[in-house]
């Protein structure tokens, strides 16, 4: 979080700066199938943030120290191109990029059926294209449905989406400027069946009952977003008639 | 990832060289359908995204100013990279950068660059302190074959509408960045005996060495490569090099069309 709590991001009557409301969310729109090189794809718009995910495998695990006798692991790799931020970054992994692949890949784990593949691994490449905060969201949203393209059996999909707060209001899904200047920022990685939680972080300052509001905005916004997921794959699937 | 089935696969691309056939239908020149899209990406100051039969690339250009370098005061500068992540194919592995990867982006790069596209002198601030860095990230998204040219074509389209950000750093207006020339690469691949333009990812791993040649707006080459293990005579040159003045033609109208 910025700490730059003196700005303005929020009216009186709760409008945002780009005119949501508090637990409003970005536009958000997902496509199946768009890489042909991969097993399993998807493209998810999420505000400005562009991400496009590649699935392969399952394959033979190497090398073979990272093999497990018992289960499948995932390969997850963030990584966000040079040009999908304000300022060029440079290529390569960054300890940025290393944690959230790893969160991520341990979310993802949670509900890919990875007992099935003993010693393989499933490959899971996010690409940030543009950025514009919540790619972490982004990605591992995308990655689910993605999985699910490439026909990996899974318990469910999982959606992630962030809550925060911004002039001592709690919001849903922070965009670049509250992200920047906002006070506190909590993202979650829910099964929407059972609405378990797969993968949390947060930074900044909550009270409890703040904590439990930005649950609230964010168990609502799930459902919101699994049902764009699930479209997404009907019309891949079906041709959009269901 | 080892591809254990290439004998059979040369085998068959053999037979059907020898009734002039391709493994997809096309003949010997005939290029994929090409989508081209500009300004798709926010963050960058000019960008492009390439279809170009079931491979996919993104380019983006960022700028940045730098010291410019001591013998060349009054010229700003072009870095062009690509990025053969594991994103692409199953057949990338993640790590630095393969020697693959380099040669692309240095492929590219010497096509772009050699044909003078950039008025470099445009890009200069105040000379001998600071001048305007050009960075072009290529990013290939799904390799399905041929991904230099269309590394290249996503490349030249991305620098033909990028914006120079001089009000972001505080020295004047936002201006169009200077590009008055469209180069454009052809590649070819020895499949089956003979060369074919625009190889799929099957004539890739079947074939065997492939040619790159970039080609300026009056037909003047830029910049050449030979690639992998193989030998051409020049008569076999002579004939791909006339087909690429062609092929050019259409590609820089596709480009033209879409950005002016």
């Not at chain 1, 890949?105 to 509900?111: G, K, P, R, V």
């Not at chain 2, 940045?64 to 990338?92: F, H, I, W």
């Not at chain 2, 993640?94 to 590219?108: C, K, N, Q, T, Y």
């Not at chain 2, 791993?205 to 040619?211: P, T």
Request: one cysteine or more.
């Amino acid at each position: 979080m910025g700490g730059y709590g003196d700005v303005e991001l929020i009216a009186k009557d709760g409008t945002r700066l780009d005119g949501r409301s508090v637990d409003e969310l970005r536009p958000v729109s997902i496509e199946v199938g768009v890489l042909p090189a991969a097993r399993g794809s998807c493209r998810m718009t999420w505000g400005l943030n562009i991400a496009e995910v590649a699935v392969y495998g399952p394959m033979e695990a190497h090398p073979r120290k990272i093999q497990r006798p018992d289960r499948a692991v995932l390969d997850v790799r963030y990584n966000m191109a040079p040009f999908s931020t304000s300022d060029r970054i440079r290529p390569g992994f960054n300890r940025r990029s290393r944690e959230i692949s790893k969160v991520t890949a341990e979310a993802l784990e949670s509900i890919v059926m990875v007992e099935m593949f003993p010693r393989s691994k499933i490959r899971v490449e996010i690409e940030i294209l543009c950025a514009e905060a919540g790619t972490r969201c982004c990605g591992i949203t995308a990655a689910a449905v993605a999985l699910a393209d490439a026909g990996i059996p899974m318990k469910d999909l999982l959606v992630s989406v962030a809550a925060g707060k911004i002039n001592d209001v709690v919001v849903l899904d922070l965009d670049k400027a509250e992200d920047n200047y906002g006070q506190a920022d909590l993202p979650v990685g829910i099964l929407p069946n059972s609405k378990e939680i797969a993968f949390l972080q947060m930074d900044g300052d909550l009270s409890p009952a703040e904590f439990d509001l930005a649950m609230e905005y964010n168990m609502k916004a799930v459902d919101e977003i699994h049902k764009i997921q699930i479209e997404a794959l009907r019309s891949k699937y079906t041709g959009g008639d269901n | 990832m080892v591809n254990i089935v290439p004998r059979l696969l040369k085998d068959q691309l053999t037979k059907l060289a020898e009734k002039d056939l391709r493994i997809d239908g096309r003949g010997q020149f005939e290029r994929r359908n090409i989508d081209l899209e500009i300004d798709v990406l926010s963050n960058a100051e000019g960008s492009a995204k390439v279809v170009w039969g079931g491979t996919i690339v993104y380019a983006g250009v960022k700028f940045a100013l730098r010291e410019p370098y001591p013998d060349r005061p009054a010229d700003g500068s072009l870095m062009t990279s690509a990025e053969l992540r594991p994103v692409a194919n199953v057949k990338y592995e993640p790590g630095p950068p393969s020697a693959e990867s380099i040669e692309l982006g240095r492929v590219v790069d010497r096509g772009i660059r050699e044909s003078g596209c950039i008025d470099m002198e445009s890009l200069c601030v105040v000379p001998g302190e600071s001048v305007w860095n050009v960075n072009l990230d290529i990013h290939v998204m799904s390799d399905k074959g041929n991904i230099f040219d269309a590394c290249a074509l996503a490349g030249i389209a991305a620098l033909k509408t990028a914006t120079v950000p001089a009000n972001r750093f505080d020295i004047g207006e936002d201006h169009k960045l200077p590009v008055n020339k469209i180069p454009i690469m052809c590649s070819y691949k020895r499949v089956g005996g003979r060369f074919v333009y625009d190889p799929s990812e099957e004539e890739e791993l079947g074939g065997s060495e492939r040619i790159h040649i970039t080609l300026g707006d009056d037909g003047h080459v830029h910049s050449l490569q030979k690639g992998l293990k193989g030998t051409f005579s020049t008569a076999e040159f002579a004939e791909i090099f006339t087909n690429a003045g062609k092929q050019a033609e259409e590609l820089r109208k596709i480009v033209e069309e879409m950005v002016i």
